[in-house]
């Protein structure tokens, strides 16, 4: 799984949020809206999020097939915040 383990090209999305995407050096993903975490990583990998935070999830996210945006989604939604 992408979310744990990096694929596709794409880092691993703990090392950044954290190991149970709790938090870390980027914000907590865990127990968040699946809907809300679809349209971020739509939004990063479009470019319509171009702040200057966002430029390491846009080089991420653009790498990441529309079926592997969901499953993480899905994956970290249903983990405890």
Same mark, same amino acid.
């Given at each position: 799984m992408i979310a744990l383990n990096g694929g596709a090209g794409a880092q691993? $999305? #703990? +090392? $950044?949020?954290?190991?149970r995407l709790q938090g870390g050096i980027a914000p907590p993903?865990?127990? =968040?809206s699946p809907t809300m975490l679809v349209r971020q990583l739509a939004a990063f990998a479009s470019g319509a999020r171009n702040d !200057?935070? !966002?430029a390491p999830m846009r080089v991420? !996210? /653009? @790498? +990441? @097939?529309?079926?592997e945006i969901i499953d993480v989604a /899905?994956? !970290?939604? #249903?983990? =405890?915040p």
């Open positions: 691993s $999305c #703990t +090392l $950044c949020h954290g190991s993903l865990a127990g =968040r !200057a935070g !966002a991420v !996210a /653009a @790498k +990441l @097939k529309q079926r /899905a994956y !970290a939604a #249903t983990l =405890r």
